[in-house]
Structures are given as structure tokens and as C-alpha cells.
């Protein structure tokens, strides 16, 4: 019997003992989740759950960042579905990672093992099964929130009626794990970071983990909507153009960066974002299936793909690839604009129109009740 | 009467005190350069040198860099030309730098003062005026050699009979601000680099160098290329899917990487890393002339445009937007490349037909001995 915590609130659901892919253990294991609208749960194991997946430094809070999304008689519509979102294993919003305790009391540093996203598809089922939800009528996530819906659908396709992948690829690519290898580095290179074993030094990474934002952020917009804001203007009160550099006099473009990395430092944990980059790197979907179309073309779950245009991060022909080779595609999106990767995030429109186009398309085969809402779609393209 | 070194010679020319745009300055400066092709210069002052701008990490010696382009018959040809090439002001090969002694016999090192583009082309100008070249048939260059020939059109319409200006914007945009500025930090923070005055410790940052020129080559690299090339293998004989992620086992990408940082570290110095990288960051063409339209407007130099279609630093709307704008527009060419910005350097081919182009366009107005050899150019397209 399902057993999920009232609406908005954030629950904790233990999964016992993990084992991860590359056969590390992470004992009395736990995984934080929401949830908005009532769970149905019928007779033979389907439900209406909307299985949302974050991306890196989210969390399990969906109506907060695909705010205006989440809600009675929005795109993802809690009158008619149960939309569920979990911390992802390894995260520090609920779900353990490096900065929780170990059964042994000590944080667990530089002990927690390395995850794959297939372990934090893996962890999501155990948390389901925990709860009492058998099977979803789809998964929907984009970054690295994407990479485990393309997970769930080929580790538990008879579990997923349909599924909504975002601004992800098949398999990182040689570019993203330079990319994310050198804000792994920047992290290990600060002083603090003490070998992954900081929590109980009264020190943090700070310096490392902001030096990693900065450059995440910079894949994350494109440089079109950056240029547009920032340019090469000076900070406000500051000169950039002195007679002598000095990393006090800058551009507003790094005042920006700044205040996101601050942002970031305030709110995550550097291990957690050091184990969750990893997972990215080690993202294959081909890993064990004869390559990546092989496993793309054994897809049975009806899949939508959707990617940015001036995406730089998970470039649109990355998009492509998945939709040409997914064995039951769905449909294609584009979204245009020119924020880049983090357009699914911030084009409120756009995101709005696609999530409601998936919820048509994927009607049919969502076993939950008829959506007879169809007629009152309003698409705003 | 011009005065050069003999053919491919490293030659070093002294250009006296240097006041640089921000108010610093440079005593006893010194210019490093080599040329091919034999300098011909009439009683009007006008010469048949083709005068070469090398990129950020670049040097004097073209006939290397630029191989099998510069010589008898080859695009730049020097049975015609003289093609003269120097190191940028700041840099490390030959030239002024922060790694040069001071006339008082310390290092430079954080003495030496912020240089911007425009500098550069001051101080190349000088130099030419101690060598005895009044006036040039032709600037070229890709990258901040790019943004240098740029200035030249600029500073010197006068004394500049045509340019060819590749890989490069007006101005710095925001992203190139951000990611420079990153690479800057990451030399910064590493704890050799001493505040800049690391030369007389026995030590280098090499650590923050090879960090900075990692994400550099990030950069300059297209990644359909890159994952053409490493994909996500691991590299021999490690493992990076191992239970617990290690530095020490690295995908293929890394090591690449790691190579391209080794082989930096060994021939660049990281004084003149920062100051350069610095010069980019204050690129614009706009100051003090009214902004960049009405800059790029007022030129007179009839100025051939080049960019390439997978740029990702440089991106090709940045060339459009020279080509849309220059006063003097002699004609517009892009290098279809999977290689990224660095294609002005691989594409050997396109590179060529590129030069050869430029050179048949601008005959008209080069006040060199007309080209009978128009006749003889083969194009490989």
C-alpha cells in the first residue's frame, strides 16, 4: 500500500544498503522526495505518477523550479496526476551523499563511493518499491535529470508508460568530461577540500566549488544572452582597464559569475557536486548493450526528446542522435533561445507548451485516467 | 635604410621606453621577429612586407606554425613578399615580458604593467619604424592576432595597404570575459604563482598553467572533433569507472588534456599567460572611437573577413557582424571545420586557398610589384 508524505512536504524514505555499479556499498541508505497531488494507485500496479528528474544542483522541490509548471490544471497537472520528484542519490538536499552521516556517525567524505546515474535510477526504484508505487506513467527530467530518464526507460521499460527526456545525450562526450573533469579539479586543488574529507574540519571548498560554478555556468548560458546583459562593461566602481591587473578591478560579466558561485556555495556541497559531475562523466547508455543505438534501438518506452538550440553543453545535434536511434520515439522539440542549456529552465513558455504537448502525445499510452483535459489544451506557440 | 636579421633568424630589435595605453610603463623594450622573402622598400616608403600576427600562445617563427604556407611559391609567398613576423609585446618568445629581467636585473614579474591589443600594435609599429619599415603591403592574422591586425586597420590606416583579420570579434564579449578570466584565476590561485613574482623562487605555477591551458584547448577545439578522437574511452590502462573516482584514472580525454598542459607548461611563461590572456580581455575596438559599429564603420583598409563554422570562442555571428560593418569590406570566408577556432592553424588547405584569396583580391591595392603570379594561382576548392 502506498505511503507517501502529505503534499509539499519533504519525506525521507530509507532504501537500506545500496550497492553501486562499480560494486561499492552505501550502508542504510536514504532518499529524500516530494510530491504534489493525490498518488492512484490501481488493482494491477499502475499509477499516476509523473516521475520528475532533477538536474545537477536540483532538488526535490519541482514546484519551486519548474515553478508555474507544477500545479491544478498546469502542464504537469496535479488534479489529474501525482507529480514525484526525489533527491538524487549522492545529492545534499535529503537523499545521502558524502555530506551525511555514516552509520558510524562521521561524515562520509571521501568514503561515499562513486555513483553512476544508472545507480541513482537504480536508488529511485528501491525508493518507489519502499513506497509502494510499482510502476509511473512517465518520467520527465532534462540535463543531468534527462540522463536518468533515459536510464529508467531501458533499465525498467515494462515500469514506464512514457518518458520526456531533456538537453542530454547518449553518452557524455569527450568535451563535457574535459569540461567537467576541470571543475572536478578545481574543487581537489582547493586546500580545503581536504582529499573529499572537509566535513568535519570547520572548513570548506569554498574557493574550488565557486571556481567550478563559474565554469559551469558558462556551458550552462549562451553566450548570446551573456553578451547581451554584460558585454564588456565594467563592474559598477570598478576598472578592469587599470594600468595594473588585479583580481579586484573586473568586468561585470565576473561580478556575475561571482554571485553565482557564491549562490551556489551557500546552498551545495562540494562533495555531493564532485560525486554527481562524475556520474555525468561515466554517463553510457551504451555501457553493456552492444553501444549506444544498439541500446537506443531496444527503447520500447515511448520517448519525447526535446533540446536547445544554442544549447553549447549538450549540443541540439546531441538531441538528434537520441531521436533518429530511440526505438519508439515519441516526438522531437526544439526550444529556441539564447540561454543556452539552461532554456529549459527559464523559458516558461516554451517549457510550458512541450510539457503539455507530451502529456497529449503520451495520453494513449498513460494508463491513468483518460485525459479528457485534451480538449482544453491551450498551446501557445 | 631597413635593417633586418638574415632569413628565419631570430632578431631582437630595442623600441626604447614603452608608455603603455593605461599608463604604465616599460623601460628598455625589446621586440623579438623574424622574416622571409627579401625586404623590398621604395623611395615612397611603401614595402612589399606581409606582416604576421601570431595568437596568444604563438611566436615569431610562422614558417613553423603556419608550415608549408610560408616560403617560395607557397600562399605567402616570399620570392615576393617579405613576411615578417614578431612576439607579441608580453610574450615569452624573445619579447618584452613579464618573465624578462628589468633594466634594475629582478624579473619583471608583477611589475610589469597591463598591456591592451592596442599596445601591441603600438609597440609593433615601433619596431618597424627602428627597422626602417615605414609602411606594410599587408597585416594577417587569426585569433588575437586577429584582434591585432584589427587595431592596425585602425591605428595606422595610413601605412597599411590591406588585412586579413580571421577568428576574431570587435570586441570581447561576456563568455570570452568569463572563460579568460577563469583561466586567470586558476594561475592566480595556485600557490606558486607568488602574486606574479614566482621567477626567482626555483618554482612555477605549472599546476594553475596546465589548468588554464586545459580549458583554453576546450576552447579552441570543436567537440564534435575532440569526441570524434577520445569519445568516452578510458585511457590505457586506467580505469575511470572504477568504485571510487581517482584523479589517476582518467578517461582518454583527459590524458589529452593533460598532454596539451605538459606541453604548454614547458615552453610558455605564466607571466606572459595572464598578461596576454588580460590584453584580450580588454579588446575593443569601440573605445574611445565612438563604439563599435561607428569604429568598424570608419575603417579604410579594404579588409578580407574569415571565420570558422564550429567556433565556439570566436563564434562565426562575431566575423558576420565585422563583415557587416567594416568600412572597407574586401570579402568574407569561412573554413567548414570540425575543429573549432584552432582551424585557422589545422585546416592547411582551406588555409591556403584562403591566403592565396586574399592575396589575388588585394593585388589591386598592394603597393608591391604587381602579381604576374595571379595568373598561376590554383585553387583547391
Given at each position: 500500500?502506498?505511503n507517501?508524505?502529505?503534499?509539499g512536504?519533504l519525506?525521507i524514505?530509507?532504501?537500506g544498503?545500496?550497492?553501486?555499479?562499480?560494486?561499492?556499498?552505501i550502508?542504510?541508505?536514504?532518499?529524500?522526495y516530494?510530491?504534489?497531488?493525490?498518488?492512484?494507485?490501481?488493482?494491477d500496479g499502475?499509477?499516476?505518477?509523473l516521475?520528475?528528474e532533477?538536474?545537477l544542483?536540483?532538488?526535490?522541490d519541482?514546484?519551486e523550479?519548474?515553478?508555474?509548471?507544477?500545479g491544478p490544471?498546469?502542464?504537469l497537472d496535479?488534479?489529474?496526476?501525482?507529480?514525484?520528484?526525489t533527491?538524487?542519490l549522492?545529492?545534499?538536499?535529503?537523499?545521502?551523499?558524502?555530506?551525511?552521516?555514516?552509520?558510524?556517525?562521521?561524515?562520509?567524505?571521501?568514503?561515499?563511493?562513486?555513483?553512476?546515474i544508472?545507480?541513482q535510477?537504480?536508488?529511485?526504484?528501491?525508493?518507489?518499491?519502499?513506497?509502494?508505487?510499482?510502476?509511473?506513467s512517465?518520467?520527465i527530467?532534462?540535463?543531468m535529470?534527462?540522463a536518468?530518464?533515459?536510464?529508467?526507460?531501458?533499465?525498467?521499460?515494462?515500469l514506464?508508460?512514457a518518458?520526456?527526456?531533456?538537453?542530454v545525450?547518449?553518452r557524455?562526450?569527450?568535451?563535457?568530461?574535459g569540461?567537467?573533469?576541470s571543475?572536478i579539479?578545481?574543487?581537489?586543488?582547493?586546500?580545503?577540500?581536504?582529499g573529499?574529507?572537509y566535513?568535519d574540519?570547520?572548513?570548506f571548498?569554498?574557493?574550488?566549488?565557486g571556481?567550478?560554478?563559474?565554469?559551469?555556468?558558462l556551458?550552462y548560458?549562451?553566450e548570446l544572452?551573456?553578451?547581451e546583459?554584460f558585454g564588456?562593461d565594467?563592474?559598477?566602481?570598478?576598472?578592469?582597464?587599470?594600468?595594473f591587473?588585479?583580481?579586484?578591478?573586473?568586468f561585470?560579466?565576473q561580478?556575475?559569475?561571482?554571485?553565482?558561485?557564491r549562490?551556489?556555495?551557500?546552498?551545495?556541497?562540494?562533495g555531493?557536486?564532485?560525486?554527481?559531475?562524475?556520474?555525468?562523466n561515466?554517463?553510457?547508455?551504451?555501457?553493456?548493450r552492444g553501444?549506444?543505438n544498439?541500446a537506443?534501438?531496444?527503447?520500447t518506452?515511448?520517448?519525447?526528446?526535446?533540446?536547445?538550440?544554442?544549447?553549447?553543453?549538450?549540443?541540439y545535434?546531441?538531441?538528434?542522435?537520441?531521436?533518429?536511434?530511440l526505438?519508439?520515439?515519441?516526438?522531437m522539440g526544439?526550444?529556441?533561445?539564447?540561454?543556452g542549456?539552461d532554456?529549459f529552465l527559464?523559458?516558461?513558455?516554451?517549457m510550458?507548451?512541450?510539457?503539455?504537448?507530451?502529456?497529449m502525445?503520451?495520453g494513449?499510452?498513460?494508463k491513468?485516467?483518460?485525459?479528457?483535459?485534451?480538449?482544453e489544451?491551450?498551446?501557445y506557440?
Amino acid at each position: 500500500m502506498a505511503n507517501l508524505v502529505p503534499q509539499g512536504e519533504l519525506g525521507i524514505q530509507s532504501i537500506g544498503d545500496f550497492r553501486t555499479e562499480a560494486g561499492g556499498t552505501i550502508e542504510d541508505a536514504f532518499i529524500a522526495y516530494q510530491r504534489w497531488g493525490e498518488l492512484k494507485v490501481t488493482d494491477d500496479g499502475t499509477s499516476n505518477v509523473l516521475l520528475i528528474e532533477h538536474a545537477l544542483t536540483g532538488d526535490s522541490d519541482v514546484a519551486e523550479w519548474w515553478k508555474g509548471l507544477v500545479g491544478p490544471g498546469m502542464a504537469l497537472d496535479t488534479d489529474r496526476f501525482c507529480v514525484l520528484c526525489t533527491n538524487v542519490l549522492g545529492g545534499c538536499s535529503g537523499s545521502v551523499g558524502p555530506a551525511s552521516r555514516h552509520p558510524d556517525g562521521d561524515h562520509w567524505g571521501s568514503r561515499f563511493p562513486a555513483i553512476s546515474i544508472r545507480d541513482q535510477v537504480k536508488a529511485e526504484k528501491t525508493f518507489l518499491d519502499a513506497v509502494g508505487v510499482e510502476r509511473v506513467s512517465a518520467v520527465i527530467g532534462g540535463s543531468m535529470g534527462g540522463a536518468r530518464t533515459l536510464e529508467w526507460t531501458l533499465m525498467y521499460p515494462g515500469l514506464v508508460d512514457a518518458a520526456l527526456v531533456i538537453a542530454v545525450s547518449a553518452r557524455a562526450s569527450a568535451w563535457q568530461i574535459g569540461i567537467q573533469s576541470s571543475q572536478i579539479n578545481m574543487i581537489e586543488n582547493d586546500l580545503f577540500w581536504h582529499g573529499g574529507d572537509y566535513h568535519d574540519t570547520g572548513y570548506f571548498p569554498t574557493a574550488g566549488l565557486g571556481s567550478a560554478r563559474k565554469l559551469a555556468h558558462l556551458t550552462y548560458r549562451g553566450e548570446l544572452e551573456i553578451d547581451e546583459r554584460f558585454g564588456s562593461d565594467p563592474q559598477a566602481g570598478e576598472d578592469p582597464f587599470g594600468t595594473f591587473r588585479s583580481p579586484k578591478q573586473r568586468f561585470s560579466v565576473q561580478s556575475y559569475l561571482d554571485h553565482q558561485a557564491r549562490k551556489l556555495v551557500e546552498r551545495f556541497d562540494a562533495g555531493s557536486y564532485v560525486i554527481l559531475t562524475d556520474s555525468l562523466n561515466r554517463h553510457d547508455i551504451g555501457r553493456g548493450r552492444g553501444g549506444l543505438n544498439k541500446a537506443l534501438a531496444s527503447s520500447t518506452v515511448p520517448t519525447m526528446v526535446v533540446g536547445v538550440d544554442t544549447d553549447i553543453l549538450y549540443p541540439y545535434h546531441q538531441q538528434e542522435h537520441l531521436s533518429r536511434n530511440l526505438g519508439n520515439l515519441l516526438a522531437m522539440g526544439k526550444i529556441s533561445s539564447p540561454v543556452g542549456h539552461d532554456a529549459f529552465l527559464t523559458e516558461f513558455r516554451q517549457m510550458d507548451n512541450i510539457l503539455r504537448r507530451f502529456i497529449m502525445l503520451a495520453g494513449p499510452t498513460l494508463k491513468t485516467p483518460t485525459p479528457e483535459q485534451a480538449g482544453e489544451i491551450e498551446f501557445y506557440i
